[in-house]
């Protein structure tokens, strides 16, 4: 299996977007899974990020 990761930082109104993408080789089924864990991580990491922000803006 062969993976690959980036991501791209763009401001927006009122605040910021982040946008990961994954470029995943494998065979069918473990591609499956691998997309599957790949969604719970960006999923999971987009709630950290905000907890921490928001941690951060609070006087």
């Given at each position: 299996m062969a993976s690959a990761?980036?991501?791209r930082i763009d401001p927006v109104?009122?605040?910021t977007r982040v946008i990961d993408h994954y470029?995943?080789?494998a065979p069918f089924g473990?591609?499956?899974f691998a997309m599957g864990?790949?969604?719970k991580v960006q999923?999971?990491?987009g709630r950290e990020?905000?907890?921490r922000f928001r941690?951060?803006?609070?006087?």
């Open positions: 990761y980036g991501y109104p009122g605040g470029r995943l080789s473990l591609l499956r864990q790949a969604k999923v999971a990491r990020l905000a907890r941690e951060r803006s609070q006087p």
